[in-house]
Protein backbone atom coordinates (compact mmCIF):
# COMPACT_ATOMS: atom_id res chain seq x y z
CA UNK A 1 0.00 0.00 0.00
CA UNK A 2 1.21 3.46 -0.27
CA UNK A 3 2.87 5.41 2.50
CA UNK A 4 0.81 8.38 4.29
CA UNK A 5 1.76 10.69 6.34
CA UNK A 6 0.79 13.80 7.99
CA UNK A 7 2.44 17.55 9.18
CA UNK A 8 1.93 18.04 11.68
CA UNK A 9 2.19 15.25 13.99
CA UNK A 10 1.06 17.77 16.97
CA UNK A 11 0.70 20.68 17.35
CA UNK A 12 -1.09 23.19 20.57
CA UNK A 13 -2.60 26.43 19.36
CA UNK A 14 -4.31 29.44 21.15
CA UNK A 15 -8.14 29.99 20.36
CA UNK A 16 -9.25 31.63 17.76
CA UNK A 17 -6.06 31.20 15.05
CA UNK A 18 -6.18 28.31 12.65
CA UNK A 19 -4.30 25.30 12.00
CA UNK A 20 -3.34 24.07 8.76
CA UNK A 21 -2.60 20.05 8.35
CA UNK A 22 -1.33 18.20 5.59
CA UNK A 23 -1.59 15.02 4.30
CA UNK A 24 0.82 13.77 1.42
CA UNK A 25 0.61 10.18 -0.21
CA UNK A 26 3.41 8.69 -2.35
CA UNK A 27 1.48 7.65 -5.44
CA UNK A 28 -1.71 9.31 -7.10
CA UNK A 29 -4.63 8.10 -5.26
CA UNK A 30 -8.46 9.04 -6.14
CA UNK A 31 -10.28 9.66 -3.01
CA UNK A 32 -9.10 10.82 0.22
CA UNK A 33 -10.77 11.15 3.55
CA UNK A 34 -10.36 13.58 6.73
CA UNK A 35 -11.46 12.44 10.19
CA UNK A 36 -11.67 13.77 13.76
CA UNK A 37 -11.56 11.73 16.75
CA UNK A 38 -12.26 13.19 20.09
CA UNK A 39 -10.44 11.85 22.80
CA UNK A 40 -11.43 8.68 24.05
CA UNK A 41 -14.15 8.36 20.90
CA UNK A 42 -14.44 6.96 17.82
CA UNK A 43 -13.60 8.30 14.23
CA UNK A 44 -16.09 10.68 12.96
CA UNK A 45 -16.08 11.11 9.01
CA UNK A 46 -15.42 15.23 8.38
CA UNK A 47 -15.48 15.24 4.62
CA UNK A 48 -14.55 13.32 1.35
CA UNK A 49 -11.66 15.18 -0.44
CA UNK A 50 -12.34 15.41 -4.34
CA UNK A 51 -9.45 16.69 -6.97
CA UNK A 52 -10.30 19.33 -8.55
CA UNK A 53 -13.37 19.98 -6.96
CA UNK A 54 -15.08 21.33 -3.62
CA UNK A 55 -14.78 18.85 -0.71
CA UNK A 56 -17.86 16.87 -0.17
CA UNK A 57 -18.97 17.55 4.01
CA UNK A 58 -20.48 15.26 6.14
CA UNK A 59 -23.28 16.44 8.27
CA UNK A 60 -22.18 18.55 11.21
CA UNK A 61 -19.12 20.36 9.21
CA UNK A 62 -19.16 23.45 7.36
CA UNK A 63 -16.45 24.28 4.94
CA UNK A 64 -16.10 27.89 6.39
CA UNK A 65 -15.21 25.96 10.21
CA UNK A 66 -13.13 22.88 8.31
CA UNK A 67 -11.95 23.96 4.76
CA UNK A 68 -10.13 21.82 2.57
CA UNK A 69 -8.14 21.30 -0.24
CA UNK A 70 -6.92 18.66 -3.12
CA UNK A 71 -4.97 20.10 -5.12
CA UNK A 72 -3.69 16.78 -7.16
CA UNK A 73 -3.61 13.17 -6.75
CA UNK A 74 -1.35 12.95 -3.61
CA UNK A 75 -2.09 15.70 -1.52
CA UNK A 76 -4.31 16.95 0.77
CA UNK A 77 -4.58 19.67 3.50
CA UNK A 78 -7.61 20.44 5.96
CA UNK A 79 -7.90 23.27 7.93
CA UNK A 80 -9.25 23.82 10.89
CA UNK A 81 -10.31 27.28 11.63
CA UNK A 82 -11.58 29.50 14.48
CA UNK A 83 -10.16 27.28 17.04
CA UNK A 84 -11.58 26.37 20.22
CA UNK A 85 -10.97 24.06 23.00
CA UNK A 86 -13.50 21.71 21.76
CA UNK A 87 -11.72 21.31 18.69
CA UNK A 88 -8.97 19.74 20.15
CA UNK A 89 -8.64 16.23 18.76
CA UNK A 90 -7.04 14.01 16.36
CA UNK A 91 -7.44 14.38 12.71
CA UNK A 92 -6.69 11.88 10.42
CA UNK A 93 -6.86 11.57 6.84
CA UNK A 94 -6.90 8.81 4.72
CA UNK A 95 -7.02 7.25 1.06
CA UNK A 96 -9.02 4.64 -0.42
CA UNK A 97 -7.74 2.01 -2.23
CA UNK A 98 -9.89 0.34 -5.44
CA UNK A 99 -8.22 -2.85 -5.48
CA UNK A 100 -9.10 -3.67 -1.73
CA UNK A 101 -12.05 -1.65 -1.53
CA UNK A 102 -10.61 -0.47 2.04
CA UNK A 103 -8.99 2.78 3.19
CA UNK A 104 -5.50 3.58 4.95
CA UNK A 105 -4.81 5.79 6.98
CA UNK A 106 -2.31 8.35 8.02
CA UNK A 107 -0.44 8.41 11.77
CA UNK A 108 -2.89 11.81 12.51
CA UNK A 109 -2.23 14.84 14.03
CA UNK A 110 -2.79 15.75 17.68
CA UNK A 111 -4.36 18.98 18.04
CA UNK A 112 -4.70 20.63 21.35
CA UNK A 113 -6.65 24.10 21.47
CA UNK A 114 -5.80 26.53 24.77
CA UNK B 1 -26.69 3.24 6.36
CA UNK B 2 -25.95 -0.08 8.63
CA UNK B 3 -25.56 0.46 12.08
CA UNK B 4 -22.84 -1.73 14.00
CA UNK B 5 -23.11 -2.90 17.92
CA UNK B 6 -19.94 -4.33 19.40
CA UNK B 7 -19.29 -5.08 23.20
CA UNK B 8 -17.76 -1.55 24.21
CA UNK B 9 -14.74 -4.05 25.72
CA UNK B 10 -13.51 -7.12 26.02
CA UNK B 11 -10.81 -8.88 28.59
CA UNK B 12 -8.38 -12.12 27.52
CA UNK B 13 -4.96 -13.38 28.30
CA UNK B 14 -1.90 -14.34 26.03
CA UNK B 15 -2.43 -17.13 24.17
CA UNK B 16 -6.02 -17.12 23.82
CA UNK B 17 -8.21 -16.95 21.17
CA UNK B 18 -10.74 -14.05 21.55
CA UNK B 19 -13.58 -13.64 19.57
CA UNK B 20 -15.38 -10.03 18.60
CA UNK B 21 -18.84 -10.50 17.45
CA UNK B 22 -20.65 -7.39 15.68
CA UNK B 23 -24.12 -7.07 15.23
CA UNK B 24 -25.38 -5.11 11.72
CA UNK B 25 -29.39 -6.13 11.29
CA UNK B 26 -29.39 -3.89 8.66
CA UNK B 27 -26.94 -4.40 6.53
CA UNK B 28 -27.87 -3.99 2.07
CA UNK B 29 -27.15 -6.41 -0.13
CA UNK B 30 -23.92 -4.64 -1.61
CA UNK B 31 -22.21 -3.47 1.83
CA UNK B 32 -19.37 -6.04 2.89
CA UNK B 33 -17.95 -6.00 6.56
CA UNK B 34 -14.59 -4.61 7.19
CA UNK B 35 -12.85 -4.69 10.08
CA UNK B 36 -10.12 -2.30 11.78
CA UNK B 37 -7.45 -2.34 14.56
CA UNK B 38 -6.44 1.22 16.66
CA UNK B 39 -3.53 1.37 18.81
CA UNK B 40 -3.25 4.68 20.90
CA UNK B 41 -2.03 7.58 19.26
CA UNK B 42 -2.38 5.67 15.51
CA UNK B 43 -4.40 5.35 12.48
CA UNK B 44 -6.26 2.55 12.04
CA UNK B 45 -5.36 -0.35 10.57
CA UNK B 46 -7.06 -2.75 8.16
CA UNK B 47 -7.33 -6.24 9.34
CA UNK B 48 -9.90 -8.01 7.62
CA UNK B 49 -13.22 -7.81 5.14
CA UNK B 50 -15.24 -10.39 4.17
CA UNK B 51 -18.40 -10.66 2.52
CA UNK B 52 -20.02 -14.08 3.37
CA UNK B 53 -19.15 -16.79 4.71
CA UNK B 54 -15.31 -17.29 6.13
CA UNK B 55 -12.31 -15.31 5.25
CA UNK B 56 -8.82 -16.23 6.77
CA UNK B 57 -5.73 -14.11 6.16
CA UNK B 58 -2.24 -14.34 8.08
CA UNK B 59 -3.52 -12.26 11.05
CA UNK B 60 -6.97 -13.05 12.02
CA UNK B 61 -10.03 -14.62 10.64
CA UNK B 62 -13.55 -13.03 10.00
CA UNK B 63 -16.68 -15.26 9.85
CA UNK B 64 -20.21 -13.93 8.73
CA UNK B 65 -23.26 -16.15 8.85
CA UNK B 66 -25.77 -16.74 6.02
CA UNK B 67 -28.16 -13.72 6.77
CA UNK B 68 -25.07 -11.41 7.42
CA UNK B 69 -26.75 -9.73 10.33
CA UNK B 70 -23.43 -10.29 11.97
CA UNK B 71 -19.51 -10.96 12.00
CA UNK B 72 -17.01 -12.67 14.45
CA UNK B 73 -13.70 -11.38 14.29
CA UNK B 74 -11.49 -14.22 15.30
CA UNK B 75 -8.21 -13.64 17.01
CA UNK B 76 -5.81 -16.61 17.28
CA UNK B 77 -3.65 -17.00 20.61
CA UNK B 78 -3.81 -13.39 20.90
CA UNK B 79 -0.34 -11.32 23.00
CA UNK B 80 0.05 -8.23 24.85
CA UNK B 81 0.71 -6.35 21.71
CA UNK B 82 -2.76 -7.35 20.54
CA UNK B 83 -4.07 -4.65 22.47
CA UNK B 84 -6.36 -2.15 21.03
CA UNK B 85 -9.29 -1.02 19.89
CA UNK B 86 -11.41 -3.05 17.14
CA UNK B 87 -13.49 -1.14 14.88
CA UNK B 88 -16.36 -3.28 12.31
CA UNK B 89 -17.40 -1.62 9.52
CA UNK B 90 -20.04 -2.15 7.07
CA UNK B 91 -19.22 -0.33 4.02
CA UNK B 92 -21.33 -0.03 1.00
CA UNK B 93 -19.61 0.38 -2.69
CA UNK B 94 -19.12 4.24 -2.48
CA UNK B 95 -16.30 3.34 0.37
CA UNK B 96 -17.38 6.35 3.01
CA UNK B 97 -16.45 4.99 5.97
CA UNK B 98 -18.56 5.27 9.14
CA UNK B 99 -16.83 4.13 12.88
CA UNK B 100 -18.78 2.82 15.60
CA UNK B 101 -17.75 2.68 18.55
CA UNK B 102 -15.34 -0.17 18.40
CA UNK B 103 -14.47 -2.57 21.26
CA UNK B 104 -11.60 -1.88 23.57
CA UNK B 105 -9.95 -5.45 23.87
CA UNK B 106 -7.23 -5.72 27.01
CA UNK B 107 -4.95 -8.65 26.46
CA UNK B 108 -3.78 -9.78 30.05
CA UNK B 109 -0.37 -11.82 31.06
Known amino acids: SAVISQKPSRDICQRGTSLTIQCQVD?????MFWYRQQPGQSLTLIAT?????????ESGFVIDKFPISRPNLTFSTLTVSNLSPEDSSIYLC???????????FGPGTRLTVL | LAKTTQPISMDSYEGQEVNITCSHNNIATNDYITWYQQFPSQGPRFIIQ???TKVTNEVASLFIPADRKSSTLSLPRVSLSDTAVYYCLVVPNFNKFYFGSGTKLNVKP
Open chain 1, 94 to 104: SYYRTDTDTQY
Open chain 1, 27 to 31: SQVTM
Open chain 2, 50 to 52: GYK
Open chain 1, 49 to 57: ANQGSEATY
